[in-house]
């Protein structure tokens, strides 16, 4: 009997940490998500202000400028309806261009969003035109 | 012995709650940006005809009948697999127009003589402007538009024989019944 | 021809699986000895068949074949050799063909290792496994069929991805295979124990060196992902919480609570419920981790061609299999007998408490992973959980298991008094105590995390070596303890203590490298100097370069620190030539105290780039900790012990006990 009270007690401390470890884990979880919200919805003021969320869409061709002295860009991102400025103080990756799927991390500043990162889109089967073009040389040539 | 068997189905539990999320999540597309377009009117367009280049093609085409656009490119290797569906759509008698979407004229031509023509007519988007006041963000992708004009649906990617009879076909058959 | 055949052998190889499953089982169950004798034969039936598909398509590749749709997608005339063989496993449909081939690869070796295992087991054993190979063959010929045809053949194939056109990344998916497939063996043990309604130390024992095995290429795996992430993606970030990395790292984790409850279990008879659950676990995970990568459900950097259709047949493969094994746990598990007794303070208790840790873990990686799932599915909102999360979970609970990792192998099983327990941790206490204070001293790094991170890391590795030399009075010295290498359990106490030491030095190496970084992200025209950290950065400009598939930009950075060149780096910007993506290839000054990197962005026009700097402390030890890590297992796993055992069994066997009659523990 001894030892079963032993595992008993065992189980409850355990318990009771999982409980407050759980309390914890969920508070932590709320303050660490960010919601993602479409060049619309921020447009109609849908977004937060005061915290991080990520803006999605299409990148607008030839929307994008570079400042010559720093490593700052701008550019567009639309989901055909509305369009929001994004500026990004760092490298884009790879697979960013216009004309394709992005969504960047950040918060509004003064009417624009400022990013903190930026990713592009990519999928393997539903190819966007810039890399399935490259697919054109040789392909489906009459016989 | 009854708490230590509601025990031992604990994890039975927690898997099955597992599964239905995991369930209603195949029915979700996190990657799908909400197509503002739904519901609107087709964006305004002229266009060449693909094989009859004194033909133009406009968004006005669409007024009058139930009709998909299907965006398109003999680049896309999805396109070739979605192709044969799009030509039994089309003896099933449903109105199919195409969008050669940054194409080489006679690359289209050639993949629509090999591999049959299901399209009443195909606008020919050289540059890829018109797509992008669609919204394509890659081929394929297919429209449906009743008969003012207005976008009802958007498949993104190649079509399949499951969504062709899950949501084209009925909506296709809805939107004809609204008419009468 | 030749991928007709390879589908051919497709269809064959299930065919032996259906039946595989069924015959092998159920003559185990009525005995029927002439059904249990096919076991061995079908896995072999199986593997044999497996290859020859395996091997179609590999031909396939090597003769740019582009009349297979595959081939056509992933192939190219121009891709160098290893990469056209790599490429067969490089998206969907090859993948699961590498998957089956080495569930097929493990079911063989089961057959061949385990002579002296009875009869009955074995038979059960790949029966179960041969229900898992119906799930992954059958999805392969319905919905992803690597031979499919394309009319008429391109000329040229669409090239594989060129992020996966690298040598790690060509090893990567197979030893992560490995793993995950691996973790099946554990998995059918567990079913056929439970089917067999024996469970005792001996099955312990059996499984315990296959989970091993496939823990260590798990690890492998993963430091291989990890590596590769860090020196492919130009991020020069090593792990990103995303669901493919995660979906790899659940099942790890899970199998790790594994491989030291089965230690238990083994010893002292004790948690074998527990140690089965876990078992179930580690492998549903490994499923768990398949659907999320290819059903869609989750949006990840590097995720598969998605595809509803197929989420939906693992989901179904899944609720089978899971639900199934879950089912006869819930049915069988209450009649397993219980092990023997412990106390609050022994070394059970504290394994115990590091599982619980560890499954804790891995829900909060699962629940993080599927938060965004979970609030699409309720209406709450499209949402992406930050990695600051998961890194402020692990800070928290990290801790705690270190602790307890270190005290467990110098406490004793079943009971050892508290006070005596703190005499012997004390020295190793008060050492570490004082290196994490002394490391967290301004005049060194004046972080306080530093100081945590150093003093945990010391606690471990001063218990590691309070453990040694408990080990070297017991055995009289030196000499001892080299005989401990043929001696049985020598090899798994060592094997424990360089695993440990590689969580040591991925401790320091984790929080070196995330306290103390540096990045700067700048524009540099040839000329241009930044000075990092102590470190001088020259650019001299980017010049055109042919490789074999690409063309590059390839910068020339040299580096200098107190006016020494310490590096020469060429970071490049490649363009493939047929998937004309751009390609970071990052210009990396490898050293064990730390990392130089260099990544190109972008041409700004007349000859400056956007360049990324990083200076990257310690970050090396963290793929050395997975190798310590990996090695420790391999060393366990050989211990001499599971082949000695298992000769007495057959021994006893012999002398006509019957099968799961010995209950020593």
Redesign the interface.
């Known amino acids: 009997m001894k030892?079963r009270q032993?595992r008993f007690?065992?189980i409850l401390v355990?318990l009771a940490a999982?409980a407050v470890?759980s309390v914890?884990?969920v508070k932590?979880?709320r303050s660490?998500?960010?919601?993602?919200y479409?060049p619309?919805q921020v447009v109609a003021g849908e977004a937060p202000a005061d915290q991080p969320f990520?803006i999605?869409?299409?990148v607008v061709?030839d929307s994008l400028q570079?400042d010559?002295?720093?490593?700052r860009v701008r550019f567009l991102v639309t989901?055909?309806?509305?369009q929001f400025e994004v500026v990004y103080?760092?490298?884009?990756p790879?697979?960013f261009s216009e004309?394709?799927?992005a969504v960047a991390?950040g918060r509004l500043e003064n009417g624009v969003f400022v990013a903190e990162e930026v990713?592009a889109?990519h999928?393997?089967?539903?190819?966007?035109?810039?890399?399935?073009?490259?697919?054109?040389?040789?392909?489906?040539?009459?016989? | 012995m009854m708490p230590s068997f509601v025990r031992y189905l604990t994890p039975l539990v927690l898997f099955l709650a597992l599964a239905a999320l995991l369930y209603k999540g195949l029915a979700l597309n996190p990657r799908e940006v909400p197509s503002p377009l739904i519901g609107k009117p087709a964006p305004e367009f002229t266009l060449p005809e693909l094989k009859d280049t004194s033909r133009q093609l406009s968004h006005t085409d669409f007024q009058g009948k139930v009709s998909l656009l299907n965006v398109w490119a003999t680049w896309c290797v999805s396109c070739r697999a979605e192709h044969p569906l799009l030509m039994q759509l089309a003896r099933q008698g449903v109105t199919i127009y195409g969008l050669d979407y940054k194409d080489s004229r006679e690359d289209a031509q050639r993949w629509l003589q090999r591999f049959g023509d299901p399209y009443v007519a195909n606008a020919f988007d050289a540059d890829g402007r018109v797509g992008i006041d669609w919204g394509v963000y890659g081929t394929p992708e297919t429209f449906v538009i009743d008969q003012q004009g207005i976008i009802r649906h958007k498949h993104i990617g190649p079509l399949t024989e499951e969504a062709i009879q899950r949501e084209i076909l009925p909506l296709i058959q809805q939107l004809k019944g609204d008419k009468g | 021809m030749i991928p007709e055949l390879g589908h051919f052998a497709l269809i064959l190889a299930l065919c032996l699986a259906l039946v595989q499953a069924a015959f092998p089982l159920i003559g185990s169950l009525n005995r029927t000895p002439s059904w249990v004798a096919l076991a061995r034969p079908l896995a072999w039936g199986q593997f044999a068949f497996l290859a020859l598909s395996f091997a179609a398509l590999v031909q396939a590749f090597l003769g740019d074949d582009f009349s297979v749709l595959y081939v056509a997608q992933h192939g190219n005339t121009q891709l160098p050799l290893i990469y056209k063989i790599s490429a067969v496993w490089g998206a969907h449909e090859g993948s699961l063909l590498l998957w089956a081939l080495i569930l097929a690869g493990w079911m063989v070796a089961v057959a061949t290792f385990s002579r002296n295992l009875p009869r009955e087991m074995v038979a059960r054993v790949l029966s179960v496994m041969g229900m898992i190979s119906i799930g992954f063959l059958s999805f392969m010929l319905f919905t992803s069929n690597p031979f499919d045809r394309v009319f008429p053949a391109p000329l040229e194939g669409g090239e594989l991805n060129p992020l996966l056109q690298d040598p790690g990344l060509a090893i990567h998916p197979p030893m992560l295979y490995m793993g995950y497939v691996g973790m099946s063996v554990a998995f059918s043990f567990a079913i056929a124990a439970l089917l067999g309604g024996k469970m005792d130390a001996a099955w312990a024992r059996w499984s315990r060196p296959w989970t091993l095995v496939a823990w260590v290429f798990l690890t492998i795996g993963i430091t291989l992902g990890s590596w590769w992430a860090y020196y492919e993606l130009g991020w020069g970030g090593w792990w990103f919480w995303d669901p493919v990395e995660n979906a790899s790292f659940m099942p790890w984790l899970a199998g790790t609570a594994l491989v030291h409850s089965l230690a238990v279990t083994e010893k002292r008879g004790a948690f074998k419920r527990w140690t089965v659950l876990l078992a179930l676990l580690a492998f549903s995970l490994s499923l768990l981790g398949t659907f999320l990568v290819r059903s869609g459900v989750l949006t990840s950097v590097h995720a598969f061609a998605t595809d509803p259709e197929r989420g939906l047949f693992i989901l179904m493969f899944l609720c089978l299999v899971i639900g199934g094994s879950l089912s006869l746990y819930a049915w069988r598990a209450p009649s397993i007998s219980r092990g023997g007794g412990f106390d609050l303070v022994s070394r059970e208790s504290l394994l115990l408490g590091n599982n619980l840790l560890l499954v804790l873990i891995t829900a909060l990686v699962l629940l993080g992973t599927l938060a965004p799932l979970l609030y699409d599915a309720m209406g709450w909102g499209k949402i992406s959980v930050g990695f600051p999360w998961f890194n402020a979970m692990f800070v928290l609970f990290s801790p705690l298991m270190i602790l307890l990792m270190g005290a467990g192998p110098l406490t004793r099983w079943k009971h050892h008094s508290p006070p005596e327990l703190l005499r012997t941790l004390r020295v190793a206490f008060v050492v570490s105590v004082a290196a994490g204070i002394a490391a967290a001293l301004p005049l060194l790094t004046g972080s306080i995390s530093a100081g945590i991170a150093v003093a945990l890391s010391v606690w471990l590795l001063s218990t590691l070596l309070a453990g040694l030399r408990q080990r070297l009075q017991r055995r009289s010295g030196i000499k001892g303890l080299l005989a401990d290498w043929k001696a049985q359990g020598g090899r798994a106490y060592h094997g424990m203590w360089l695993a440990h030491l590689g969580i040591a030095t991925f401790i320091i190496g984790v929080t070196f490298v995330t306290q103390f970084d540096i990045e700067k992200d700048v524009r540099m025209a040839p000329g241009d100097e930044i000075e990092l950290n102590q470190y001088l950065f020259r650019f001299e400009g980017a010049a055109p370069h042919q490789g074999p598939n690409y063309r590059a930009q390839r910068g020339t950075v040299r580096v200098f620190k107190d006016e020494r060149e310490v590096a020469l780096l060429h970071p490049e910007k490649r363009v493939y030539q047929v998937q004309t993506k751009p390609m970071t290839e990052a210009g990396i000054d490898a050293g064990f105290m730390r990392d130089i990197y260099v990544s190109l962005g972008e041409p700004l026009g007349g000859g400056a780039w956007s360049v990324r700097l990083y200076y990257k402390p310690f970050v090396r030890w963290i793929w050395l900790g997975g190798i310590f890590i990996a090695l420790g297992g391999l060393l366990a796993a050989s211990d001499p012990r599971y082949r000695m055992r298992l000769r007495e069994k057959v021994g006893a066997r012999a002398a006509g006990k019957r099968f799961g009659a010995e209950s020593t523990a």
């Open positions: 030892a032993k007690l065992f355990a999982v470890a914890l884990v932590a979880l660490n998500i960010t919601y993602f479409s619309s990520r999605g869409g299409m061709r570079r010559p002295n720093s490593v989901d055909n309806a509305e103080d760092g490298i884009l790879d697979l004309g394709q799927g991390r990713l889109k999928d393997e089967s539903y190819m966007p035109p810039e890399v399935a073009d490259a697919m054109k040389p040789g392909e489906y040539q009459a016989p």
